[in-house]
T-cell receptor
Framework: GEDVEQSLFLSVREGDSSVINCTYTDSSSTYLYWYKQEPGAGLQLLTYIFSNMDMKQDQRLTVLLNKKDKHLSLRIADTQTGDSAIYFC?????????????FGTGTLLAVQP | GAVVSQHPSRVICKSGTSVKIECRSLDFQATTMFWYRQFPKKSLMLMATSNEGSKATYEQGVEKDKFLINHASLTLSTLTVTSAHPEDSSFYIC??????????FGQGTRLTVV
């Protein structure tokens, strides 16, 4: 998991935008994912991006991919208190959709009311 | 959508005993499943790839005799933590690849060894 780096903590006010950053290492990764984990719970897939894309938008979520710099970001617009959780980026290894995922270190997002 | 069911969600066991965790794909077949371990406030670490009908593939540093994996059918993989010790206490989570790009995760198992 340490091959994929994330900042540990982010605090924002409700209604603001949140940007969570991720740096990965395997340039051959075909898919990159963002997962959300609430306390004591499993993982919820938020969104993913294919490596030949630069951007993907899905409602309040925007994923930006800079393949040259191996940098991935997740922007959450109009952040709500229910968005408070740990966010993991993950890269797929093994090619295609084999889904052997290498996870980032996780970013704890705290949303202040 | 596809569902992966993991059982039990929580287990407390005594040191020296073995614990079995089940991971089931409920409405799809999974020839491959993945087992992850998550330490407190840490990321998920891939432990092994479970292959239906053949031996599991373990990641470097994971003891195969300690963490026994059996993938006896297309919908069930089990992870047995043998002779558990307190340092094995952790959150274990399985996943199965979907048809396209998504990996479906189980709910996770919180193991506490006392």
């Amino acid at each position: 998991g340490e091959d994929v780096e994330q900042s540990l903590f982010l605090s924002v006010r409700e209604g603001d935008s949140s940007v969570i950053n991720c740096t990965y290492t395997d340039s051959s990764s075909t898919y990159l994912y963002w997962y959300k984990q609430e306390p004591g719970a499993g993982l919820q897939l938020l969104t993913y991006i294919f490596s030949n894309m630069d951007m993907k938008q899905d409602q309040r979520l925007t994923v930006l991919l800079n393949k040259k710099d191996k940098h991935l970001s997740l922007r959450i617009a109009d952040t709500q208190t229910g968005d408070s959780a740990i966010y993991f980026c993950a890269e797929s290894r093994g090619g295609g959709a084999t889904n052997k995922l290498i996870f980032g270190t996780g970013t704890l997002l705290a949303v202040q009311p | 959508g596809a569902v992966v069911s993991q059982h039990p969600s929580r287990v407390i066991c005594k040191s020296g005993t073995s614990v079995k965790i089940e991971c089931r794909s409920l409405d799809f077949q999974a020839t491959t499943m993945f087992w992850y371990r998550q330490f407190p406030k840490k990321s998920l670490m891939l432990m092994a790839t479970s292959n239906e009908g053949s031996k599991a593939t373990y990641e470097q540093g994971v003891e195969k005799d300690k963490f026994l994996i059996n993938h006896a059918s297309l919908t069930l993989s089990t992870l047995t933590v043998t002779s558990a010790h307190p340092e094995d206490s952790s959150f274990y989570i399985c996943s199965a690849p979907g048809r396209n790009t998504e990996a479906f995760f189980g709910q996770g198992t919180r193991l506490t060894v006392v």
